[in-house]
């Protein structure tokens, strides 16, 4: 039998897991786990380059950990960890930072985003957080790392880093293609359709934790467009706010764009607008449920964890000797 290609990817617990979250990255790998060896991580490393709450940081963590259960990750056939609990990861990053240019991390656009934003703190860390990264994938020689699309620079710098390597070593690094979603890669906000849908505006973001009532009420105030057509047509560039809806609706229905115009044919925002809400909330409620199910079993998300950090140090570890080898440290 063929050996089942390689994914990897994570997700800052640094906030709530929204609906975008969910369609854009979770749901695919989700969808994908049979195809797969899957690794998926709570990049916790990653969310200390911003201040956190040490007690936010901790909850977040595991909630995360229990809503990827929840959304279909299966422990048993994935392995699921926190970054903070397999030590090869800030192990390897050292090493590939000594292959890593200044001029390179300086022209990463999520850095000039976020130093702007966080002017008083432009630490260290925020800098070299893309070499964290490569380091995060590099180590499970992954064939496909799914992301949004904001973070395909950070995948095309680690590619760069592996060849770098490569060049100089022998083949140590197996070279990763990023992997973007057609369907949901970017869900815009409710009451901004210019915008991504976004924890930063918690109004116009639906949360995988948020309850019915207020997933309809969300929905209700959703802004679709200006043109009082009253009329769902999928039209982006003049309709987005209807665009969006109708991609969310698409995504948690499965039904294409036209089926879904025929099936509100004559009828108005007034009841598009709340059947939306409606299916995003049958889609949600399970995995509410099971999440909050799963949050109060302590017991059975320590030995997921602990077992995915096993399973993952020793994949991790291979790499890692690999490379200490070929760099010259003497080996035990
Ligand atoms: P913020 O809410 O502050 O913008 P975030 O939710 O984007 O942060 P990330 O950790 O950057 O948090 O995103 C996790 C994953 O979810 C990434 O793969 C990202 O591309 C995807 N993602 C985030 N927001 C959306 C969105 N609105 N639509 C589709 N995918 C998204
Ligand atoms: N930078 C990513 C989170 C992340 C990641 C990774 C994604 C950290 N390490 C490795 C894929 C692979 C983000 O902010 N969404």
Same mark, same amino acid.
């Given at each position: ?93 050292? #090493?590939?930072?000594?292959?890593? %240019?200044?001029? $390179? +991390?300086? &022209? ?6 976020? =130093? ?30 799914? #992301?949004?699309?904001?973070?395909? %620079?950070?995948? $095309? +710098?680690? &590619? ?6 490569? =060049? ?165």
């Amino acid at each position: 039998m063929e050996e089942k290609k390689i994914m990897l990817s994570g997700i800052q617990p640094s906030g709530d897991l929204h609906l975008g979250n969910y369609l854009g990255a979770i749901k695919n790998w989700a969808d994908r786990v049979d195809a797969f060896d899957c690794y998926y991580f709570m990049a916790d490393l990653h969310t200390i380059t911003v201040r956190q709450n040490p007690a936010d940081l901790r909850r977040r963590s595991m909630q995360q950990l229990a809503a990827y259960i929840a959304c279909g990750l299966d422990p048993e056939k994935n392995t699921l960890f926190l970054q903070s609990m397999v030590p090869q990861h800030a192990q390897l990053s050292w #090493v590939l930072s000594c292959y890593t %240019q200044f001029g $390179e +991390l300086s &022209r990463m656009t999520q850095f000039k985003d976020k =130093s702007a934003k966080h002017k008083d703190n432009i630490n260290a860390g925020l800098f070299t957080y893309p070499v964290l990264m490569a380091a995060d994938i590099l180590l499970y020689q992954p064939h496909y790392v799914p #992301v949004g699309a904001d973070q395909k %620079q950070h995948v $095309e +710098l680690t &590619r760069d880093i592996a060849q770098r390597f490569n =060049s100089i070593y022998g083949d140590v690094f197996r070279i990763p293609e990023p992997y973007i979603p057609k369907a949901g890669a970017r869900i815009y906000g409710l009451t901004t359709p210019g915008d991504k849908m976004s924890k930063s505006i918690p109004e116009g973001c639906v949360f995988i934790m948020d309850d019915p009532a207020t997933i309809a009420r969300k929905f209700k105030r959703a802004v679709t467009d200006s043109d009082r057509e009253n009329c769902v047509r999928f039209d982006p560039e003049n309709k987005p706010g209807v665009a969006n809806l109708m991609s969310i609706y698409s995504s948690v229905t499965g039904k294409s764009y036209e089926e879904i115009e025929k099936e509100f044919e004559g009828q108005g925002y007034g009841v598009f607008k709340p059947a939306v809400g409606e299916a995003v909330i049958d889609t949600l409620r399970p995995i509410r449920e099971e999440t909050e199910r799963l949050i109060k079993d302590k017991a059975y998300l320590e030995q997921v964890y602990r077992e995915g950090a096993q399973k993952a140090s020793y994949i991790a570890n291979k790499t890692l000797r690999k490379v200490y080898k070929k760099v010259g440290f003497v080996q035990i």
